[in-house]
C-alpha cells in the first residue's frame, strides 16, 4: 500500500467550513468588539423592555400591585374599543396631511439648492428648525397661533383676514399640528435628498439636455428613480416618526378639541399613566408596533428598497 493509504487523519486537520473561517478571522473579532457597546445598550434599552412590555401587555396591571395574567383579554377589548378607532383613524389623518406636503416641499427645496446654491448657510438654516427641541418648536408655534395675542392672526388682521382659532378648532387643530412639523422636519428631510442628489452624475443630466429634454422630462425621468433609495428611507423614516407623534400633541392640543387632535400615542399615554392600566396601554402599543412592521414592509417592497438604478 502506499503511503497516502496508511495515512491517520489529524484530529482538527479537516477543512474548516467557511462560515466558521469568517467567525475565526481577526477582524471579525475586532468588528464585534467594536459592536458590542451598542449591542449591550440596544438589549439593556430597547430588547429587554420590548419583551417584557409584550409580557405586560397580557396582564392587568396597575403600576402598584403585582401583574396579574388576564391573556388575550387586553386585546379583545382593545379592538372592541371605538376609541382606539378612532385614534387610529386621526392618526392616518395627520399622517396623510404630513407625509405628503413634506417630502414635495423637501425635495423641491432640495433641487433648489441643488441647481441654485450649494451654500453651507443655507443648509445650515435649513437644518435649524430641526435642531431645536420639539417641546420648545410646539411652545413656540403655541404663543405664535394664539387667537388673542399670537403674531400669525396680528399678520392675517393686517390684511383684513379675522382671528382664526387655530390648534383651538376642530377643523383646524389637526392641520395646525401637521405644519408645525412640517416646519421642523422639512429642511432635515431636504438635506436627506440633497446629499441623494449628489450622488447622481452630472453627464447623465447633460446627455439628457443634449437629446432635447426639458427640465420637467429630465426630473421624472432620472431625478426621481434615481432617487428611489433614499426617497425610501425617508418615506420609512417619515411614516414612522408621524405615527409616534407624541409631544407636539401634549403641549398644544392635549388631544383636543373634542378628541380632534387625541392620536394613538396620546391614548396610549392616557391609559397608561392616567387611567394606570398599563396592560391595556401595552398592548395597544403592541397593536401599534405590529401596524408599523406592516407599513414599512409594504413601502420596501412596493418602492423596491433592495434595488438601485445608479448599479
Avoid at 122 to 133: A, C, E, K
Avoid at 148 to 174: K, Y
Avoid at 228 to 244: E, M, N
Wanted: net charge positive; proline share 5%; aromatic share 14%.
Amino acid at each position: 500500500m502506499s503511503n497516502s493509504a496508511n495515512a491517520i487523519p489529524i484530529r482538527g486537520a479537516q477543512r474548516r467550513p467557511d462560515w466558521l473561517k469568517g467567525w475565526l478571522r481577526g477582524e471579525t473579532w475586532l468588528a464585534w468588539l467594536f459592536i458590542l457597546p451598542s449591542l449591550i445598550g440596544f438589549i439593556t434599552f430597547i430588547g429587554v423592555p420590548a419583551v417584557r412590555g409584550l409580557f405586560i401587555s397580557f396582564t392587568n396591571w396597575d403600576l402598584l400591585s403585582a401583574p396579574k395574567v388576564v391573556g388575550l383579554a387586553n386585546y379583545q377589548k382593545l379592538l372592541n374599543d371605538p376609541q382606539f378607532w378612532n385614534a387610529l383613524r386621526v392618526t392616518l389623518y395627520y399622517v396623510l396631511l404630513n407625509i405628503p406636503l413634506q417630502t414635495v416641499l423637501a425635495v423641491g427645496l432640495a433641487v433648489l439648492m441643488d441647481r441654485l446654491t450649494q451654500s453651507i448657510f443655507v443648509r445650515g438654516v435649513l437644518v435649524l428648525p430641526w435642531l431645536i427641541p420639539n417641546v420648545v418648536v410646539a411652545l413656540l408655534w403655541l404663543w405664535m397661533l394664539d387667537p388673542q395675542l399670537g403674531v400669525v392672526n396680528q399678520l392675517l388682521g393686517v390684511f383684513g383676514i379675522g382671528r382664526q382659532p387655530f390648534l383651538g378648532s376642530v377643523g383646524g387643530a389637526m392641520p395646525s399640528v401637521a405644519w408645525i412639523n412640517i416646519w421642523r422636519h422639512a429642511g432635515y428631510t431636504a438635506l436627506l435628498i440633497f446629499a441623494g442628489l449628489q450622488t447622481i452624475p452630472k453627464d447623465v443630466y447633460e446627455a439628457a439636455a443634449i437629446d432635447g429634454a426639458t427640465e420637467r422630462r429630465m426630473f421624472w425621468a432620472i431625478t426621481v428613480p434615481l432617487l428611489r433609495p433614499v426617497l425610501v428611507f425617508v418615506l420609512v423614516t417619515t411614516v414612522i416618526g408621524s405615527f409616534q407623534i407624541f409631544d407636539t400633541i401634549a403641549i398644544t392640543t392635549k388631544g383636543g378639541p373634542v378628541n380632534a387632535t387625541r392620536v394613538i400615542f396620546w391614548y396610549i399615554y392616557e391609559y397608561a399613566f392616567n387611567r394606570f392600566q398599563m396592560g391595556y396601554a401595552m398592548s395597544a402599543a403592541v397593536v401599534l408596533f405590529l401596524i408599523l412592521i406592516t407599513i414599512t414592509i409594504i413601502q420596501m417592497r412596493y418602492l423596491r428598497s433592495d434595488e438601485s438604478d445608479l448599479a
